[in-house]
């Protein structure tokens, strides 16, 4: 299973349904590195083998589940994005703080994802989800007519991986003004996101 192949089959939604659940409760008290596929499928109420046949470990699984979700949380659609060039990056801002907002609610999970000795493949997976954004983004600038002046793969991949730690950063601490920290997180991007 992909990042970006939503499950279609019922049964295969109600037991991703059962194991991000039982995956929430089990990061409440323990880092991924502590958790095994047995006690993810005890705790969700199925079978070792349903596990196996989505994926091939709980690191692999937790990555996809909670990047699925700040994708889902990062997502603009084109009907979604201002016409004028000056008002995308609030756009922006405002799926920000969605994502601000939900690893604020689940605070001790992300904590435990995103820590120094968390799930590396979760991080990587994070920033490559918010470089896709960022790749979107600046193609939606130029089509406005606010180009950018370097590569648009390292732009991507450098606001990607920013926007990935200033998450873990906001992930470790008890702040919950996201308004104010998604206006901290924004005036730190390079200066094509600015208003002009």
């Known amino acids: 299973m992909t990042l970006h192949e939503p499950p279609t089959d019922p049964r295969t939604r109600r037991t991703l349904s059962l194991l991000e659940r ?27 083998t349903t596990f196996y046949k989505h994926f091939s470990s709980v690191a692999e699984f937790a990555a996809y589940t909670f990047a699925r979700l700040v994708d889902e949380l990062s997502s603009v659609t084109d009907d979604d994005v201002p016409d004028a060039a000056e008002d995308v990056p609030e756009h922006y801002r405002r799926a920000l703080v969605r994502m601000l907002d939900h690893i604020a609610e689940n605070r001790s999970v992300y904590r435990r994802l995103f820590a120094s000795g968390g799930d590396h493949h979760f991080q990587r997976i994070s920033a490559d989800v ?52 998604s206006r901290e997180i924004m005036s730190l991007l390079p200066s094509w996101w600015h208003p002009r």
């Open 22 to 48: 039982a995956m929430g409760s089990l990061l409440e008290t323990q880092s991924i590195s502590e958790i095994n596929v047995s006690e993810l499928c005890r705790v969700a109420g199925i079978h070792r």
């Open 130 to 181: 918010l470089a896709q954004q960022a790749v979107e983004a600046n193609s939606r600038l130029g089509d406005r007519g606010r180009g950018i002046d370097v590569d648009h793969e390292t732009a991507a991949r450098m606001v990607g991986a920013a926007c990935a730690a200033a998450l873990g950063v906001w992930s470790e601490q008890d702040e919950t003004d996201s308004e104010r920290r």
